[in-house]
T-cell receptor
Framework: QQQVKQSPQSLIVQKGGIPIINCAYE??????FPWYQQFPGKGPALLIA?????SEKKEGRFTISFNKSAKQFSLHIMDSQPGDSATYFC???????????FGEGTQLTVNP | EAQVTQNPRYLITVTGKKLTVTCSQN?????MSWYRQDPGLGLRQIYY???????DKGDVPEGYKVSRKEKRNFPLILESPSPNQTSLYFC????????????FGEGSRLTVL
């Protein structure tokens, strides 16, 4: 049973577009929501994370939007570049990073 | 350089032949964990360890064993591998109750014939 559901499974955008990846969770005890980025042949790496006391967090071109009442959060990538092509995972945990539950992953392709 | 090192990176084996995937981290992290990555299923936790001699089951522990005798090492043991354990395996570590950031190794691709 997947506690964190992620969509879409794959996404193709043109350079400069704004891909949006969505995640929904069930467990209201989750209090930490990170996004990880994975390039082919590499392990995932932390991209950006949010706690439920804020509704939005920006780091460079990456933004997390968080809707606590809907139990949903999403990743937006502004001015996407071909170098952003990767697999993105949302995740959630109840204690600051331990026992992370991951979504299914989204394979993003940004065409030149 | 801070890193999580897994070995082997690639392995093809046969059903029933015991194997061990090693994992070592040089960041003095208390928390270590193993995940498997399968298409469409994302990353699923196999086992985790809060500290030396403290391990616990994740979401998909069947068919796996772990041990944590030293802080830096967290090997994953497949006593009798089966084809459904063909997967990409990742070891990860973090400072528990710190930044929360999980540092991943580069993965071990295992094929069981």
């Amino acid at each position: 049973q997947q506690q964190v559901k992620q969509s879409p499974q794959s996404l193709i955008v043109q350079k400069g577009g704004i891909p949006i990846i969505n995640c929904a969770y069930e467990n209201t005890a989750f209090d930490y929501f990170p996004w990880y980025q994975q390039f082919p042949g590499k392990g995932p790496a932390l991209l950006i994370a949010i706690r439920p006391d804020v509704s939005e967090k920006k780091e460079g071109r990456f933004t997390i939007s968080f809707n606590k009442s809907a139990k949903q959060f999403s990743l937006h990538i502004m001015d996407s570049q071909p170098g952003d092509s990767a697999t993105y995972f949302c995740a959630a945990s109840m204690e600051f990073g331990s026992r992370l539950t991951f979504g299914e992953g989204t394979q993003l392709t940004v065409n030149p | 350089e801070a890193q999580v090192t897994q070995n082997p990176r690639y392995l093809i084996t046969v059903t029933g032949k015991k194997l061990t995937v090693t994992c070592s981290q040089n960041m003095n992290h208390e928390y270590m964990s193993w995940y498997r990555q399968d298409p469409g299923l994302g990353l699923r936790q196999i086992y985790y360890s809060m500290n030396v001699e403290v391990t616990d089951k994740g979401d998909v522990p069947e068919g796996y064993k772990v041990s944590r005798k030293e802080k830096r090492n967290f090997p994953l043991i497949l006593e009798s591998p089966s084809p459904n354990q063909t997967s990409l395996y990742f070891c990860a570590s973090s400072h528990y109750r710190s930044s929360g950031e999980l540092f991943f190794g580069e993965g071990s691709r295992l094929t069981v014939l």
